[in-house]
């Protein structure tokens, strides 16, 4: 099999060295030469355009800024598809938008050739490392066909669903992971200014409930099941200690906006009598204003758990 690869940015060299040692036939393309000697000195070869490399390859892998260059490279007029050949497929690694990969689907069906959105996590260490969680969306019978190459690249392959679920499930995370650190940002503050030692506020901090368990574990039990009775932890209490954190803010003058939006959500909790309720029930109120049913069995949680 000849695989193709273009974009050797910071994440595409260190994905494309990863497909050499593992033994794949590779041909490379970017719209800058320089930098790639690694990659050549590997043994892979190289492409002078796109239109080039989709003509040689089995499998292409795009690596690439965003929608636009996705669209240019991919679609353009001597873009890969004017050359892929039937049967072919083509993983696109970009952080993309969803509608735009599921616009391009239907171009691609036509030319037979199996396109998926496949964004990948871990940063370019991870890209170097082969530590990469990759979120596939496309046909589930062509991503069984293709999708094995993979496994050069990422140690998390996961098929997500079809076409352009891909590219949501890793802008849920990243959306996650930024407001995540927005709120550890407000909190972190609010210890320094009351006088904890920054060090000694962040070992704290990693020794606490939610410190030891990966962040999205926790929610497993509670929101995901809709089980909030009998509590674990009951909303009236974390009222009191979200109470207390907001009263110091304000003596402290530091900003919260973060917290004061999720307390929000905790006074209309209370407002609906859920006090003696789970503190994670206030999460259930974004169900009801985004009109979505969320409601894993208890075996469907321990299975993904159990995945690792």
């Known amino acids: 099999m000849k695989v193709g690869f273009i974009g050797l940015g910071a994440m595409g060299t260190g994905m494309a060295l990863n497909l050499r040692r593992a033994g794949y036939d590779l041909v490379v393309h970017d719209l800058r030469r320089e930098g790639t000697e690694p990659l050549e000195e590997a043994g ?4 002078e355009t796109a239109a080039e490399l989709g003509r040689a390859a089995d499998v292409v ?20 598809l004017s050359t892929m050949r039937p049967g072919s497929a083509w993983f696109d690694l970009t952080t993309n938008s969803p509608t735009v990969v599921r616009e391009a689907h239907p171009v691609c069906r036509e030319k037979d050739v199996d396109l998926f959105d496949a964004p990948v996590s871990g940063g370019p260490k991870g890209a170097h490392s082969g530590r990469l969680a990759i979120y596939v969306g496309g046909d589930r019978d062509a991503f069984d066909r293709h999708g094995k190459v993979l496994q050069a690249i990422g140690d998390q392959v996961m098929y997500v669903g079809e076409i352009g679920a891909g590219n949501t499930a890793k802008l849920v995370h990243n959306c996650a992971s930024l407001t995540i650190r927005t709120a550890i940002a407000e909190v972190f503050t609010l210890g ?4 904890v030692e920054p060090a000694a506020l962040w070992h704290a901090m990693r020794q606490g409930a939610i410190g030891r368990s990966r962040t999205f574990d926790r929610i497993g039990d509670r929101y995901l099941q809709s089980a909030y009775d009998p509590p674990s932890f009951a909303l009236v209490l974390a009222d009191k200690d979200f109470r207390l954190a907001l009263e110091l803010a304000e003596q402290l003058d530091v900003p919260m ?8 959500d905790v006074q209309a909790a209370l407002d609906r009598g859920w006090g ?4 994670q029930s206030p999460l259930h109120l974004q169900n009801e204003r985004a009109g979505v049913t969320v409601e894993l069995t208890a ?5 993904t758990l159990d995945r690792g």
């Open 44 to 47: 892979a070869t190289w492409a």
């Open 257 to 264: 906006k973060c917290a004061e939006a999720a307390y929000e």
């Open 299 to 303: 075996e469907q949680v321990r299975e």
């Open 192 to 195: 320094v200014k009351a006088g």
């Open 276 to 279: 003696q309720r789970d503190s």
């Open 61 to 80: 892998f795009t690596s690439l800024p965003g929608p636009k260059e996705m669209q240019e490279v991919g679609l353009g007029e001597h873009g890969l």
